[in-house]
């Protein structure tokens, strides 16, 4: 089971992009009211209620044991790949890790971690939104713009009518991507802290597109809780050097 979403990554990954499409879809035109209220209001301010969205949202995300949904197949798929690069080292280090798995209880622990991450994701996905209505507000505001000028200028940002602009395309894969490569790698490390591997080499994928800031990491060990530090961006990033990364990591086995 965990080595078919291994292998079926790229096309749970489409799913994960498609699910935040739907979502998007779905929570625009109440944004949309909202946004025209405030801003008929000469308001900035941005407040509307979409936990019942959201919770459907995330519940479908997620899915359960008997059904997981496409971030769990990618928590589990990083899991097992987790456990083919420890075994890949059982030669030369034969009792440094347990490689008894017990794949059940392995994805029963997937489902209680990934509950807080749903909360983390929704936050970060619907203020990303809000931040982008308002600013876009705040400019029809001062540029002096009608009701329909600034509603034109947010059908770059929202569905509207079943529209969906390359921008908000564009995002939706982003999401896809990166949220796919995240908890693929969550899954990897939960694999090998449970083995007793608690650290970890950064690698990049050593094509002409690593970024900078990637390329800076490439080799680089650390403990998998505290993150390896970007010289580039002055703090440590753990998962992700930043969204649309590509990146994995290699096991550092205790002696």
Not at 1 to 26: A, C, M, P, T, V
Not at 93 to 119: G, I, N, Q, T
Not at 139 to 161: F, M, N, P
Not at 178 to 187: A, L
């Amino acid at each position: 089971e965990f080595k078919e979403y291994w292998r079926n990554f790229d096309e749970i990954d489409s799913d994960l992009g498609s699910l935040w499409l739907d979502f998007h879809k779905s929570i625009s035109p109440t944004l949309m009211e909202q946004a025209i209220k405030s801003f008929d209001s000469a308001s900035d301010s941005f407040d509307v209620d979409l936990s019942e969205y959201e919770q459907a949202f995330t519940d479908s995300l997620v899915g359960t044991r008997e059904k997981p949904g496409p971030i769990m197949q990618l928590f589990l798929a990083g899991t097992y790949s987790g456990n083919e690069a420890l075994k890949k080292n059982k030669v030369a280090k034969p009792r440094a890790v347990d490689l008894d798995a017990d794949w059940d209880l392995l994805a029963e622990e997937a489902l209680e971690h990934l509950d807080s991450y749903r909360l983390e994701l929704i936050k970060d996905l619907t203020t990303t939104t809000k931040d982008q209505i308002i600013g876009v507000i705040r400019t029809g505001i001062e540029l002096g713009w009608t009701s329909d000028q600034l509603a034109e200028k947010l059908q770059d940002i929202l569905v509207v009518d079943g529209v969906v602009s390359e921008r908000v395309e564009q995002r939706a894969k982003l999401i896809g991507d990166t949220e796919s490569i995240k908890s693929y790698n969550v899954g990897a490390f939960n694999r090998w802290k449970k083995a007793g591997a608690n650290r970890a080499v950064w690698r990049t994928v050593n094509d002409q597109m690593v970024c900078p800031v990637c390329k800076d990491l490439h080799g680089k060990e650390a403990d998998i809780d505290e993150g390896w530090y970007s010289r580039t961006m002055k703090r440590n990033v753990k998962e992700l050097a930043h969204p649309g990364c590509r990146c994995f990591r290699k096991p550092v086995l205790p002696k």
